[in-house]
């Protein structure tokens, strides 16, 4: 894969810390890009918001249509059938951006990796393997699709972990949130789990919340 492109946001000059947050399938990076504002982040915090966007792939579900997605999911079964080789090709592209910040000047565990439902299954890929230190992964409508086989890094053994869910999600139901949290902690983690009365999407409440985590865990 090529290098990604993407969105940059700060939110003050000389960023102390950063965040990396992915869409998810069909959608770009600039889906969350009208959050920044929301999060409620003190006036002085200087935050680096990175919203790549995916590339261009045909999805099998989707009837073999080309559109921005991290991988293609080929059954949309309770364990999702997905391509595991393209989701982890996603997450090495996004793992050149962590590294980007890193070599900027900004410290690797003042580093968030956020994600929406598809964005999220990266998320959780990247966060958990990725061999430096991280502040946290934030894990939004969303499934752990790499359970089985990510190797979690020591370095981010009991990294803070959010996951939030909505209660009348038609298109990843609230029951793979849940599963996810119970993989998580097998692998010895202990995350933290919400749910918002909301189908496929974010909510202020859930946005103030990731504002909060953000203040207590890299500002």
């Given amino acids: ?35 920044v504002p929301e999060l409620g982040l003190p ?7 990175i919203f790549p966007h995916a590339p261009n792939m045909p999805v099998t579900i989707n009837g073999g249509m080309t559109m921005p ?13 997905v391509d595991t080789d393209q989701l982890m090709t996603s997450s090495d592209a996004v793992a050149k951006l ?5 070599e900027r000047g900004v410290k690797s565990e003042n580093i968030v990796i956020a994600g929406f439902s598809q964005g999220g ?28 086989t990510v190797e979690v890094s020591d370095a981010n053994r009991g990294i803070p972990i959010l996951v ?19 993989k998580l902690k097998e692998l010895g983690f202990e995350p933290s789990y919400k749910t918002f009365p909301m189908e496929h999407s974010v909510c202020m409440e859930e946005i103030v919340d ?9 500002l």
């Fill in 98 to 102: 962590v590294d980007r910040e890193i």
């Fill in 121 to 148: 299954a990266v998320a959780y890929e990247l966060g958990l393997s990725y061999p430096k230190r991280l502040a946290g992964i934030i894990a939004l409508s969303t499934y752990f699709a790499t359970a089985k």
């Fill in 164 to 182: 939030y869910h909505g209660t009348h999600d038609p298109m990843v139901p609230e029951a793979l949130g849940r599963l996810s949290v119970e």
């Fill in 210 to 218: 990731i504002g909060k985590f953000l203040r207590k865990n890299v």
């Fill in 69 to 81: 997605a991290w991988y293609d999911i080929k059954a949309m079964d309770i364990d999702r059938v």
């Fill in 43 to 49: 006036e002085d915090a200087a935050v680096r918001f």
């Fill in 1 to 35: 894969m090529q290098d990604l492109e993407y969105i940059e946001l700060e939110t003050n000059p000389n960023p102390t810390a950063s965040v990396i947050w992915l869409h998810g399938l069909g959608a770009s990076g600039h889906d969350f890009e009208p959050v």
